[in-house]
């Protein structure tokens, strides 16, 4: 396929806004800003079928709409910079190779949603990702493409970037917004959503980062183009990490709906030493893993499902024949009950328990019933929590179990490892 | 919550300038060396804020030291991918023996704190670590010598 969000990955210093914009850079923000209306904008995102690449697959263009088209409102836009999900590592390689194209993005979706101000939300861990971002954005301003009146118009945007402080709950939406604000990063309640009542309290736009970066493509070569990439429900390009046990683990643009065997081992030069391959995670570590069976199944949001898991972000972690499930899924397990931020209970306590049982049966103490124990605790869980950190700590565990359930049971009985 | 006119000088004040807290916090990390009780008082008054609230927000986050650290704070990612390519307990056993010190423990010349992070979205050139603010991939114990080194003369 051509490569569309990475075709500058490569180029000398394209980092820089001149070079940017020789290699056709801000066409995009122009034609829109001059030529279209905001509603046109959003009707043609709409159209183009880009849904949300964050992990939640929220389609894009109905979220612009859902902004109050009222302009004497203030609204905002926030630029969810906040990769965290185990395995992903596509928005920081977007940021730190290109980072005019998702602020190019930004800013037509600040004109498409109505905001004059917007929030670069990063990692905290993100140096350099801050750095891009820092320069890029007083580039625009110089070029006159941020600040007041944008290329004539009567468009203004001010962007500014906020640094979090290491929490991967941050980058669900509501708790993102809490953090902007100075506060703990805990998820709101929904309703309302951010596009009723956001950051400040005022309705907010947010938008992922690879999002960002599909829209100056659909603005410049349109709808109709975009939509005709990927499958009947999953359209355009995207980014798939891979990592873990393959011969050459990256960034990935292909197509959505390609199949997991096309990425792993025409695309990924297949696993590594050539072992065999026990288990993948097709979307991240919040969703469920998958297993050789299941390899022709196309990465998209509708067919994932009906395996079992999801699309998440898209990032592939590959795990070969010589890993131990337990211990893996023992160290998601760890991830999520150090990053569960403690506000409601199911989570809180859900994620510290089936740590600790994972940890007891890893270690050689795991008893008879703890598996269903793990069972009953996701149960209880799903479904029950805040915000969906709690259904994502549930994946690993739940899935693991009922595709490697041998190994749980031998490692309880026999006191150590399968493989 | 009702939506307010937009007027740039009219941003609501309040949750604007609190809204420098993160920010704050680090800039108190910077000058004090950590969030000790003094940093945390200053960076209150600042933000005209409690201290208990500024605790509490700093509490949150694990960028935030609220212990004495080292001059270099060493983060191995411990994250499935870098556990999965065999790298991340290897490296935190390695550098526990270099240093001499357990996982959240300083050094006692004061140079370095070892400490152990969740995913730092370099899978795919993992093993990984940050030291201070700098990302260090495709660790070897030798590169892991030759970065430690180099921080212990300079």
Redesign the interface.
Same mark, same amino acid.
Request: include cysteine; aromatic fraction near 10%.
């Given at each position: 396929m051509e490569k569309v969000l990475s075709k500058n990955v490569g180029i000398p210093h394209v980092q820089r806004i001149d070079v940017y914009i020789a290699q056709g850079g801000y066409q995009a923000a122009r034609k829109a800003l001059l030529e279209l209306k905001p509603q046109e904008l959003i009707e043609m995102v709409k159209k183009s079928g880009l849904q949300g690449r964050g992990g939640a697959g929220f389609p894009t263009g109905l979220k612009w709409d859902f902004m109050p088209k009222d302009p004497d409102i203030t609204r905002y836009l926030c630029i969810n910079f906040d990769e965290g999900e185990p395995g992903t590592f596509k928005d920081r390689y977007l940021v730190e190779n290109d980072p005019h194209q998702v602020l190019e993005g930004a800013i037509i979706a600040a004109y498409a949603g109505g905001a004059r101000r917007a929030y670069v939300y990063t990692r905290g861990e993100f140096s350099l990702g801050i750095e891009r971002w820092e320069k890029a954005i007083a580039e625009a301003y110089e070029h006159g493409l941020l600040g007041d009146d944008i290329l004539g118009t009567e468009f203004s945007l001010d962007v500014s970037v906020h640094r979090g402080a290491g929490a991967y709950v941050c980058g669900e939406e509501t708790a993102l917004m809490e953090s902007v604000e100075g506060k703990r990063g805990e998820p709101r309640l929904k309703p309302p959503f951010p596009t009723q009542a956001g950051l400040f309290g005022q309705p907010t736009l947010i938008n992922n980062v690879e999002t960002l970066a599909c829209v100056p493509h659909i603005v410049l070569r349109g709808a109709e183009w975009f939509a005709q990439i990927g499958t009947e429900k999953s359209k355009g390009p995207k980014l798939f990490c891979v990592s873990g046990h393959v011969e050459k683990p990256g960034n990935y643009e292909l197509p959505m709906g390609i199949t997991l065997r096309e990425i792993i081992y025409e695309h990924a030069g297949g696993i590594k030493g050539g072992r065999k391959l026990k288990a993948v995670i097709p979307g991240g570590t919040s969703t469920p893993m998958l297993t050789p069976e299941h390899l022709d199944v196309p990465m998209a949001f509708e067919t994932l499902p009906k395996v079992g898991s999801m699309l998440g972000t898209g990032a592939v972690i590959v795990m070969d024949e010589t890993t131990c499930i337990v211990n893996a899924v023992l160290h998601m397990a760890r991830f999520y009950a150090h990053e569960s931020c403690g506000k409601c209970v199911p989570c809180r306590i859900g994620t510290h328990m089936m740590l600790k049982i994972l940890e007891g049966i890893e270690a050689g103490e795991g008893k008879d019933g703890d598996i269903e124990l793990l069972l009953g605790i996701c149960e209880n869980m799903l479904g029950n929590t805040f915000c969906p950190l709690g259904d994502a700590a549930i994946s690993p565990v739940a899935s693991s179990i009922k595709h490697f359930r041998d190994e749980y049971e031998y490692h309880i009985r026999e006191r150590k490892c399968l493989v | &919550?009702? /939506?307010? *006119?937009?007027?740039k000088e009219l941003?609501?004040a309040e /949750?604007?300038r +609190?809204?420098? &807290? @993160?920010?704050t916090? $680090?800039a108190a990390q910077e000058q004090y060396g950590y969030l000790s009780e003094e940093a945390l008082r200053h960076v209150a008054d600042q933000?005209s804020l409690s201290l208990q609230d500024t605790f509490? *927000?700093a509490s !949150? $986050?694990? @960028? $935030?030291h609220l212990k004495p650290t080292g001059q270099y704070v060493i983060q191995v990612c411990? %994250?499935?991918?870098c !556990?999965? %390519?065999d790298g991340a307990e290897r490296l935190v056993d390695y550098l526990r023996k270099k240093l001499g010190i357990e996982v959240g423990e300083t050094t006692s010349d004061g140079k370095f704190t070892l400490e152990t992070?969740?995913? @730092?979205?370099?899978?795919? *050139?993992?093993p990984a670590m +940050?030291i201070n603010?700098?990302?260090h991939d495709n660790l070897t114990e030798a590169k892991v010598d030759t970065i430690l080194d180099q921080l212990a003369r300079g």
């Open positions: - | &919550m009702s /939506p307010q *006119t937009l007027d941003q609501p /949750p604007a +609190r809204s420098k &807290m @993160l920010d916090l $680090y933000l509490s *927000t !949150f $986050y694990s @960028l $935030y411990e %994250g499935l991918v !556990f999965l %390519g992070v969740q995913c @730092l979205a370099a899978c795919e *050139t993992s +940050r603010d700098e990302l």
